[in-house]
T-cell receptor, first 115, second 111 residues
């Protein structure tokens, strides 16, 4: 069975500083990995994904994530945080076994960027 | 840019009543999903749908839930007899190949 762990409930960072939101996963076979962001009273917005290829994936709004197979991690990063990045971030995994495999989400990490 | 839409945005109902949550997936997508998010908790998978039938369902998706694609565009989730614990945000998603696109959600409040 697939699972995702986001070990931090909350991450606080000063505006302009780099940010990292951690994610580790467990899946049988090769994983599809995703990051979604949720702003208050809004749906889930796709940020980026890893399917195959380059371990460093670049996504929306300047975010990137690094796939590390040996550590089963897919941490989300941004070189310089903005106050507008404050939101709830979800890591998700899907097994690369069928086209219709659902996403399994982590519990989410609340990012707070302080001006 | 095409997007998944959901109606209503907020539904309030009495315990024991039936509710139908509606979704319009992106038109050329083939895979459809419902997820829910109880307030303050993680997003949980309910059911996936492909080729006019359920592909997979979670243990949450018991007999009180059903899904339907009645007219080739809408994708609905029916909860037959709502319980207090069904109060949550319900998200519809559709997928083409790799990436699931989520709708804005329907907030269901059961009183």
């Amino acid at each position: 069975a697939q699972s995702v762990a986001q070990p931090e409930d909350q991450v606080n960072v000063a505006e302009g500083n780099p940010l990292t939101v951690k994610c580790t996963y467990s899946v049988s076979g090769n994983p599809y990995l995703f990051w979604y962001v949720q702003y208050p009273n809004r749906g889930l917005q796709f940020l980026l994904k890893y399917i195959t290829g380059d371990n460093l994936v670049k996504g929306s709004y300047g975010f990137e994530a690094e796939f590390n197979k040996s550590q089963t991690s897919f941490h989300l990063k941004k070189p310089s945080a903005l106050v507008s990045d404050s939101a709830l971030y979800f890591c998700a995994v899907s097994a690369l076994t069928s086209g219709n495999t659902p996403l399994v989400f982590g519990k989410g990490t609340r990012l707070s960027v302080i001006a | 840019e095409p997007e998944v839409t959901q109606t209503p945005s907020h539904q309030v109902t009495q315990m024991g009543q039936e509710v139908i949550l509606r979704c319009v997936p992106i038109s050329n997508h083939l895979y459809f999903y419902w997820y829910r998010q109880i307030l303050g908790q993680k997003v949980e998978f309910l059911v996936s749908f492909y080729n006019n039938e359920i592909s997979e369902k979670s243990e949450i998706f018991d007999d009180q839930f059903s899904v339907e694609r009645p007219d080739g565009s809408n994708f609905t989730l029916k909860i037959r007899s709502t319980k207090l614990e069904d109060s949550a945000m319900y998200f519809c998603a559709s997928k083409d190949y790799n990436e699931q696109f989520f709708g804005p959600g329907t907030r269901l409040t059961v009183l």
